[in-house]
Each structure stands twice: as C-alpha cells, then as structure tokens.
C-alpha cells in the first residue's frame, strides 16, 4: 500500500525530472541538428589556423654587391584576436599585461585598433620582443593558449647612416596604406612599407608577396602539423643593386666630415650615382621599429635637419657655378665669342640706378671670357647677361638639366627654379620687373633655384657635350636610360669651357681640387644665403680631356667655394683614382640595436 | 535460490540491466578516448594513457563488487550503523582538511599508498543513510518539522568541509539530496515556496548586478512576488515573512560576490558570456559545445572523433565525458545514455514511494536524487547551460571513486527495490 502523500510527491518528483531531461535534450537536439553544421566547421577550424608569412623582402646592394640592407628576424608576442572580447580582455591577455608590466589602458587601446583594422590572425601585443620575454612566452606555453611568438623579418641597414637619404627606409603601414578590398596582395597591419628612397621607390620589386598557409594546431594553439598546407607560396622580394659605391660613398662621408653638406658624384658615362651623402644623417635601423621618444626629439630636434636629404630636396642659387651656363648661352646666341673682351672691372657695373658689385671689390681688370670663368668675374659676367634675352639664358639651364626633376627615386625631389619671362611676369607682372634681373641671373643668383644632384647633372653634361643621361641610382634591374637630347651648342664652344674650368683648377679658384697626376676640371661658386653665412659650392670633372667621373660639393653656411668646397672635392677625387678597388679601411657593417615596444 | 543468483544483485532488473549498460558505454567511450590519434598526428598526441581504460575496467568489477553487497546487506543493518559510519566520514573530511595532500590547490583526497580516495565521495552514501535513519525514525514517530531541521544541521557538517576543500561542486551534491530528501519527508509548501523564490531573487539580483548591470530586472521580480503574495491565501505575517527573505537574499547577493574567489567570480561571468574568455575559463565550455555539437544525429566516427583527437577537450576523460559521447555516438547516443539515466531516476522514485519501510523510501529516494543531480548538472554544463565546476558524471565519468560510489548507491536502491509492498 502506498501512502497518497507519496502518491502527489511521486508525481511532483517525476515531473521535475522529466521537464529537466527534456531541457537536457532539447538542448541536445538544437546544437546537434539544426546547429550541426555551424558546430562541425567549428569544430575543423579549431584545428586549422591561417597564418600569413610575410615575405622577405629584396636585398639591397651597392655596384660591387656588396649588401647594405639585409633582414634579420624579430620575434612577436601575438595574441588571438578573440582575447579582446566586446567585454574587455580575457583573463590570459591581463596576465600577460601584467607580467610584462605594458601599460594597461595604451596596450588594450592599441590592441583594440589592430582589431579593427586588421585581417591578420592575431594581435602583435609585444613588436621586437626582447629574449627574456620570448622565453617567459615558451616556458608558459601550456598556461597561454593562443599566444604564440612569430618570426617577422625585419630590416636592417648594415652601413647606418651612411646611405640614409639614398636607401631610405621602411616603416609599419599607415591606415591610408592599407588594403581594404581584402586582396591577398594588399597591405596587412603590420606588414612593413617603403618609406623613403630607394626603398619607397622600389617598393613593388622588393616587398615580394606574401604567401598564406594552414597550420594544423593543438588545444593551447601551438603548432603540431608537421607539413603546413600552403594556400599561397610566399614570393621573396627581388634584390637589387644600386649604382653606388660602398667605398666611394664611404670615402664622400670622410671628406665630408662633420660639415653641414652634401656631395654627389656620377659616372659622367653612364650617368650612374656613384656617391650621393648628405650630412648630417640618421641611422635608418631607428625607423624601422617605434622609435623612442628620446631618439625622436634627439633627430627632429636637430637645426641641421638629419631628415632632410639635401641631395634632391635642398635648393640653392648656383652662383657662379652657374657662368659656364651664361656663357654658353652668350656663345649658342651670337652675341660674345670665346675671346671676346668686355669693359674692364672695377669692381662692378652700373645698371640704370642701382650698382652691382663684382665679388672682388678691388676689381679685374680688364679680362677675356676665358679669364672670366677662371677668375669668375661677376662685371664680366653683368655685362653679357645684358646681351641675352632672359628666355635664351633660361633655355640653356634647361638644356644642360636644371629646373625639372631628373631622378624617379624620390617622391619628394625638388625640382629647382629656372625663371624666364613668363616666370617674372607671373611674379611680378608684365612689364612690372626690368632687364636687371638679367644681371643676377648671369651669375647664377636672384630667384634661380637648383639642387645638388641637378648640379651634378650639370656637371657631367658640361664634361661629356651633353651625352651623360639623367642621374641611374639602380643599376639592377636594369632600366633602359633614356639619351638626352642634344645640347643647343658647338662643340667647340663646350670644348672651350672645359678648358677654362681646367684652368680655375690649375691656376684660379678650384686650386684645392688640383690633383698630383690627373688633371680636373671645375668651378667655385659661393652661394648668397639671406639668413646666414654663404653657401660653398665645388663642381667639377676629371679626368679633364676624358671625363669619367662629375661631382658637386656643396657646404652649408661655410662661406667661399674655393677655400670651404674644392678640398672636399680634392680629397674624394684623390680616393677615386687612388685605386678603385684596393681601397684600405672599408667601413664594416654596424650592429643594428634599437629596441622598442 | 539458485547457486548463479549468488553472484547477482537482488531487486529491479531494469536497474541492473541500466548499469551493465552505463558501464559498457563508459568502457567504450574511455577505449576511444585513450586511442592513440589515427592521421598524422600519431606521435605528437598520444591522447590520454591506455591505462586509464585499464584502470577503468579494474574499478568496474570492484564497482559490481560494491553494487552486489549493497544489494543484499539487510536494510535494517545499514539503519543501524548508519551514524557511526555518518561520524566516521565527518572525521576523515576533517582529518583531510587538517593533513591531507595539497594535489591542485585542493585538500580532497586521502592518500593511502598508491590509491587515492576522495573521502567526499564516500560521505555522499554516509549522508544518505544517516538522512534516511533521522527521517524514517521521524516518519515512524510521527514527528515533523524538528526532525527536517536536524537533518539540515547534519547536512551543513559535510557540506561545509567539502566547500573548504575546496570542491564547490560536490558541496551542492549534498545540498541537492538533503532537499530531495526533505521534500519526500514533506516540507511545507510556505518553506518551499520562501526557499525556491529566495533563490530566484538571488539570481536573479545577480544578473541584475554583474551582466545587465542595472537594478531593473530585480525590481521587476520584487514587483512580481508582490502580486503574487496579494493573491496567495497566506498568513500576513507568512506574507511578510517571504518578502523579507526575498528581499534580504537580493540585498545579500552583492555581499556575497565579493567574497567568492576570483577563478569563481570569473566562471560565473564567463557563463553568461563564455566569448569574454574563449580560450580562459571559456574554453572548456566552449570547445565542449563544439565537441557535441559538431557530433550530429550519428556521430562522427567512433574513435575518430576530431576534438578528442587534438586535445580540444580538456578533461575529456572525465568532468566533460559527455562532450566525447555527443561527439562520437551523436544525438541518438546521447539520448540514449540520457534514457538510461531516466529508467534509473523513475523507476527509484517509484521504489521511493512503494518501500516498505521509511528508511527504505529514504535511502532510494537519496539515491535518485543523486543521480538526478549529477547527471542534470554534469550535462547542463557540458552543452552550456551552466558555469562550469567540477561533477562527474556518474558511471561514465573516468574515476574510481565515482564509480565505486555510483555502483554502491546502485546497489542500495537495488536493495530497497527487493523489499517493497509489491513483492
């Protein structure tokens, strides 16, 4: 006999437990058939993980091979995105912000943003980890499901600061860089660009294309496949050489010195860049990882400018290296010939009201047109100017290269200032400026603008009748240069200026480029600088009767060209044909540091 | 009696038949999971050890040992001794806490050579009959509500020396029984109804406080009991008496919070949102729910299970066993398992009202509710629908002391099942 108050429990008791086992396999019912399909691919993905392998990128070398920019690998600490939930961070992610002391609020912010941004599979929460921290990683890998350390190539440039400004360097993609459309191709958060240089110009050719692979991965996230699945190969970056010379580069930052300047030097030939320094640098191994704040006020900071490569950004009036220029024009139009002499100097020229003095006070006397350019006498140069039209001046800088950008290197190269009539009547107005300005432009100041390397093009374009072509900093691959157009002159006028710079070397102002067995060619100019000290300028070419090599010196705030930019000038020529390839104390690759978060 | 029925259990033959069963299906389950992986992953994971099967196979013919001497050791025996050996568990969950081995960060296991015992197991059996002699005496005195009250403070021993070992999962076992117990003894329904509604406040107030972090949802509910209590025919001072306690466990909630420890706090909020720690305490519940879900109506290949295979599923061997058996058996398996489970849990409930003794109706309705509660919350944990914290589930679960216990009780409502009004 059983009890009616069992009766009611009895009944009580097996509803609650059936309603209970129904939620159970209702439950049951809903993840294993209808959800079925979401779980199982689930269930496959948590076995596979896509990794992106960036490639590596080209190398970059200098005319003899020798490597100035190579990769090392860093390691990263990632994260899996789903360590940052819509709640916050995981208790893992706050682990590892603790132990490695991050700052909490930055760390979760900056993960945040790669979470948004990104398309990779994991957040970098530790860029260019240090040892202890790679080791901390792997010793608790068990503990830390999902963070793995990743191998990344990262840049380094084996000669510093010394190709700075040429190669440049390569930095993290900024949003405005990033793919969006989700090409396998496109940038990545992460991934590394070319900045500045060669390294931005060439940027296609040496950041190859990533590749894609699937990893087959344990329960903690470590790897344990033994053969990934590659979706897409990684295709390295092409390497690449540049027409510079270490050693000559080298030898052009010696002569240099601690000076406040920039030298370029071409084969007048072939019209490659054998030398291009601009002083002062930076070591480009900073850029490549978040530079400390302390390092960045220390270079931003600078009133010479580390950044700023004067080789193709800084603009200057040639100044007197400008009169082989006038006097070509003069020459080309009729109206002076080669042995023409002028009204003597006595120290300058009246124009209308206004009296333009020559550099010499105490005058020249009476001079030739060669004595002209030897001695570089502004009267001389006054009076021809006046016998131009502004337009036939200007049409011959133009065709000797200045005014235009000559390189496809850089993105920021100035292209200088060549003003002709419609220039100073959009200046000043029509009819609002007179024939004075011809005086200055004679000599190569007032608002004519050039940079070093469009000198440099001068330079071997004076030195080879116009045959060098525009300026070849990349010599592999090879680009096919296009042959400048034929100079506007006799030959035998251009004949007549290389032998009236042979002798400023020998017995006027370039004295100090005189070399003991090879003859050089060249000009002084002191550049008027407004704000400060003038400018020194040195051009010049060697041998004299058979040109091989052009370059231009320029030095900062030093005053005359003769006594502050010929001896550079000197010292390098001296090392190039000292013994190209013997040269004693080649300098050794730096070690790269610079160590960031 | 025959000579074979020595080795047989008495009683319900549905029962028996329901463990040889579980038993079968753990074996096969724990082959599978100690199988090395088939593919190319042989030698990176091996998966569990073999001897775990091993040793599984070993404790099920002890277990079967256990099931066939509760079966037929008289019911008044256990009646008589059931406090001495009630004091004698207390004791070694005490000596434990005081000397025991730090395994894990827990003090839950007596180590004895190579065997390790969970003495909470064992208190588990101790508690139900001592449960089942306080009331049955009182059914037999005609006592009432004192003796509930008595049962409570035995109850609160064991429970409070589990929950400082700490092992919060197994302290609520006890909580569990002694209210299926107590229920069955007949708890009055305004105790009932203060106690259910004072949980649900508290829960309620917790959701409010952690999740939604707005006060609404519990004001909603006070809102609620007190339409409620206008319509119920209750005492004023009854009415009076279930707001206060509704409202003091809601105000208490926070206070509570804040002293759980914070791998608790963070379970319990990464339940209502397992993504905020996916690879954390998210994980096994997770990857648990990918386990059984991805097993289909079928199951994937038996012994090919993929989230076993890589090592997916933490504690697949034991407290996620189940999440093995979606995977590889499928849903019907899994019903089927479950339905073994029911025709246990029913058919004891009817031994709970039909015994003919009241430690009898007692002891099975212990029993029941043991299973009933392991296997609801084991698998309402192992599919998601609860914070994860350590329970087994019973017979299936990797363990010789589940088992062992599991096989005992078993046995006991085998025992009861043979000495009813019917027969």
Known sequence: MVERDH?????????????????????????????????????????QVRFRVRAPRGLIMDRDGIILADNTYIADITVPKSSLGSSGPDSTLIRLIKW??????????????????GHGGALVLISNASMPQIAAIEERGRQLPGVRVEARPRRRYLFGELFAHVIGYVGEVVRADLDTTGDSTGYRIGDMIGKQGVESALEDLLRGRSGTKLEEVNASGRVVGRRPVWLEDVTSGKDVTLAISLALQHRMAEAIGERTACGVALDTRTGEVLAAYSHPAFDPNLMTVPISADQWRALSGNPDKPFFNRIVQATYPPASLYKPVTSLAGLANGVISTSSILEPCLGGWQFGNRYFRCWKRSGH????????????CDTFYYQLGLRLELDQLAAAARSLGLGRVCTNVFADEASGNIPDVAWYDKRFGKGKWTRGVLLNNAIGQGEILVTPIQMAVLTARLATSGRTPDPVFVISPHRKAEPPEALPFRESDMAWVRRSMELVVSDGTGKAAKLDSISVAGKTGTAQNPHGEDHAWFMC????????????????????????????????????????????GLPSPVTVNGRGH | MSYLSFFFPRGDR???????????????????VTEPIHGPYNQLDPGVAKGVFYRQVF??????????????????????VAIPLFLFTVFLLAFILLVGPRIGGARRWLVIGPIHLQPSELAKVTFILVTANILGRAVDEGRGILAALVSFLVMAVPMFLVLREPDLGTSLVFLAIWVGMVFWFGFPGTLLLGAGSAALSAVIMFYSESVAREAW??????????????FIRLSILSKVML?????????????????LQGYQQERILTFFDPSRDAFGSGYQAIQSKVAIGSGGLFGTHYLQGTQKGLAFLPERHTDFIFSVVGEELGFFGAVVLLGLFLTIILRGIDYGASARRPFGRFVAVGVVTYFTFHVVVNVAITTGLLPVTGLPLPLISYGGSNLLVSSLLLGLLLNVSSRTFEN
Not at chain 2, 60 to 74: C, E, H, Q, R
Request: with cysteine; net charge neutral.
């Open chain 1, 7 to 47: 009766l009611i429990r009895r009944g009580i008791f097996r509803t609650v437990v059936i309603i209970l086992f129904m939620i159970l396999v209702g439950n049951i019912f809903v993840m294993m058939v209808p959800k079925h399909a979401y779980y199982k691919d689930q269930a496959l993905e948590n076995r």
């Open chain 2, 59 to 80: 404790w099920t013919v002890i277990g079967y040992g256990a099931l066939l001497l509760a079966s037929k050791v008289p019911l008044r025996y256990l009646d008589n």
């Open chain 2, 217 to 230: 949802p519990w004001g909603l509910y006070v809102l609620l009991i007190l339409v409620v209590l206008y």
């Open chain 1, 365 to 376: 006397g009476l001079v030739d047109h060669t004595q002209a350019i030897v001695q570089s």
């Open chain 1, 541 to 584: 070419f060697a041998p004299a009767r058979e040109p091989q090599v052009a370059m231009v010196i320029i030095v900062e705030n030093a005053g005359h060209g003769s006594s502050e930019a010929a001896p550079v000038a000197g010292q390098w020529l001296e090392a190039y044909f000292a013994a190209g390839d013997s040269l004693p």
């Open chain 2, 14 to 32: 549905w029962i028996f038949l329901a463990w040889v069963l579980l038993c079968l299906i753990s074996l096969a389950v724990l082959w599978s």
């Open chain 2, 243 to 259: 707001l206060a306690i509704n409202i003091g466990f809601g105000i208490g909630i926070p206070f509570f919070w804040e002293k």
């Open chain 1, 100 to 117: 490695f002391d991050l700052p909490r609020e930055d760390t979760l912010e900056r993960l945040r943003q790669q979470k948004e941004r």
